[in-house]
Antibody, heavy 117, light 109 residues
Framework: EVQLVESGGGLVQPGGSLRLSCAAS????????MNWVRQAPGKGLEWVSY????????YYADSVKGRFTISRDNAKNSLYLQMNSLRAEDTAVYYC??????????WGQGTLVTVSS | SYVLTQPPSVSVAPGQTARITCGGN??????VHWYQQKPGQAPVLVVY???DRPSGIPERFSGSNSGNTATLTISRVEAGDEADYYC????????????FGTGTKVTVL
């Protein structure tokens, strides 16, 4: 069974940093590209970042470019999102999602990030 | 970047058909995918590549895509179909390749 479990969310002050993790199991993690998608409270889905299986291709949404860094460790079956210079508008539930070829076939349950003083 | 527009809400009586549109410039040339999200839950893929269904998704969910509009159709609507629905495309010409629609709240009357 495919499982994606996010962790690392919490309350952080504006300008602070946080590192999210996504632990994958039930499939060959190194064979799949991955995504981070977020959802602000009461708002829609927003794609954040994409990383290919070998980390050779990476994309970011304009809203996070230069502040967030996506990475992965295939030996540890883990996906990461390093978030720096956090802003109030980064407050959201962050989901990791397995890429199936243009779409997200499996999603984690999400981790809440709250940016507030 | 590419923009996908959905109606904010659709209301439908049980047993009837709900149609949710997703508008985008020449969207018919792209593959469209649809997600269902219930309150407090992660999104679930219900249609991919315009009209294919993942295993476990009822045949009542179907999709089409042509011109500037893609449509998710839910036939014989049930109370359990009440949720938010999002379309999504892969904009291969962009360095922001994953784009979500604005979302539609489906209410079962």
């Amino acid at each position: 069974e495919v499982q994606l479990v996010e962790s690392g969310g919490g309350l952080v002050q504006p300008g602070g940093s946080l590192r999210l993790s996504c632990a994958a199991s039930g499939f060959t993690f190194s064979s799949y590209s991955m995504n981070w998608v977020r959802q602000a409270p009461g708002k829609g889905l927003e794609w954040v970042s994409y990383i290919s299986s070998s980390s050779s291709t990476i994309y970011y949404a304009d809203s996070v470019k230069g502040r967030f860094t996506i990475s992965r460790d295939n030996a540890k079956n883990s996906l990461y999102l390093q978030m720096n210079s956090l802003r109030a508008e980064d407050t959201a539930v962050y989901y990791c999602a397995r890429e199936e070829g243009g779409y997200a076939g499996y999603w984690g349950q999400g981790t809440l990030v709250t940016v507030s003083s | 970047s590419y923009v996908l527009t959905q109606p904010p809400s659709v209301s439908v009586a049980p047993g009837q058909t709900a149609r949710i549109t997703c508008g985008g410039n020449n969207i018919g040339s792209k593959s469209v995918h649809w997600y269902q999200q219930k309150p407090g839950q992660a999104p679930v893929l219900v249609v991919y590549d315009d009209s294919d269904r993942p295993s476990g998704i009822p045949e009542r969910f179907s999709g089409s895509n042509s011109g500037n509009t893609a449509t998710l159709t839910i036939s014989r609507v049930e109370a359990g179909d009440e949720a938010d629905y999002y379309c999504q495309v892969w904009d291969s010409s962009s360095d922001h390749p994953r784009v979500f629609g604005t979302g539609t709240k489906v209410t079962v009357l």
